[in-house]
Structures are given as C-alpha cells and as structure tokens.
C-alpha cells in the first residue's frame, strides 16, 4: 500500500481505516509503522458503502454534510496507534529491498 501510494508525492501524517482488519492492534501497528503515521479506526464497523448512504443521506434528508460526517466517520476513541521506534529504519531497509526486486512495468 505504502509503495503503490507513492506517486502522491506527500507522505500522510494520519490514516483511518475501516473495515474488519482494522480491529486488529498488530495490523494497526504494522501500519503506522510502514506509513510513519497516526492510525485512526472508524466508530461505525462495515462502512464498504459508507460513502454513498452519507451522500444519499445528505440528497433525500438535506442533512448537512458536517453532521453526518461527525456523526458517522468520527474515529473510535481511544484508538490512536503511532510508529513505533525504529520502526522507520527498518521499514526503510525493507521498503529500498522492495523496490529493487519489483520489475520495472509495476513502478
């Protein structure tokens, strides 16, 4: 994920994430560790279509956007997993090992 996100150009200083992995504390830290970031979870659990009822929420009830995205995007306290110390230079060695062995059509 970290080396297909590259061609932004920035590195994130936050990521949510979502869905069942993301309950998962080693998966989280294997994140923020790779992203040198700060890991949010959502609050609402099986959001693959969140996106689309938010804006269909906001059409049919003029709910302002705002609102229903406090409401329904808000991260779930207490859940804040940062990089790890060290984490960088390993992660830095193995992303380097990465990137030499993928052929030159997937970069």
Do not use: C
């Given at each position: 994920?970290?080396?297909?996100?590259?061609?932004?150009?920035?590195?994130?200083?936050?990521?949510?994430?979502t869905g069942?992995?993301?309950?998962?504390?080693?998966?989280?830290?294997?994140?923020?560790?790779?992203?040198?970031?700060?890991?949010?979870?959502?609050?609402?659990?099986?959001?693959?279509?969140?996106?689309?009822?938010?804006?269909?929420?906001?059409?049919?009830?003029?709910?302002?956007?705002?609102?229903?995205?406090?409401?329904?995007?808000?991260?779930?306290?207490?859940?804040?997993?940062?990089?790890?110390?060290?984490?960088?230079?390993?992660?830095?060695?193995?992303?380097?090992?990465?990137?030499?062995?993928?052929?030159?059509?997937?970069?």
């Amino acid at each position: 994920m970290q080396y297909h996100s590259d061609w932004i150009g920035e590195r994130p200083e936050s990521l949510r994430v979502t869905g069942g992995a993301s309950k998962n504390r080693a998966i989280l830290q294997v994140l923020a560790d790779v992203f040198e970031a700060e890991i949010e979870t959502l609050s609402v659990t099986n959001s693959a279509a969140l996106g689309g009822a938010l804006r269909a929420a906001q059409a049919v009830e003029g709910v302002p956007w705002a609102e229903l995205y406090a409401r329904f995007v808000a991260p779930e306290p207490g859940v804040h997993v940062t990089s790890a110390p060290g984490a960088r230079q390993a992660y830095a060695e193995l992303r380097a090992k990465f990137t030499r062995q993928v052929p030159a059509s997937h970069s």
